[in-house]
């Protein structure tokens, strides 16, 4: 698995509604790309973001 974790600057781990807004401009830079990535926010990658069990905001995946 290739994976990283990354936030925007300045760091504040605990807003969830400014992680969101960062990992929409990755996903979707992502997919402009051509390259499938899971974010910790959507584990399922259902585009449903209060379904997760665990969530890990400042993770992304390469979706092999």
């Known amino acids: 698995m290739l994976a990283v974790d ?8 605990d807003d969830r509604e400014r992680q969101t807004l960062f990992a929409g401009f ?3 830079t992502a997919k402009a ?4 990535l899971r974010w910790g ?7 449903e973001v209060k379904d997760n069990q665990f ?3 400042v993770h ?3 979706v092999e």
């Not at 990354?6 to 781990?13: E, F, Q």
């Not at 790309?33 to 499938?36: D, H, Q, S």
């Not at 926010?41 to 585009?47: E, L, P």
């Open 55 to 57: 969530d890990d905001l």
């Open 41 to 47: 926010g959507d584990w399922s990658m259902d585009f």
């Open 33 to 36: 790309m051509g390259i499938e």
């Open 6 to 13: 990354v936030t925007p600057y300045p760091i504040v781990w």
């Open 60 to 62: 992304f995946e390469i």
């Open 26 to 28: 990755v996903l979707a």
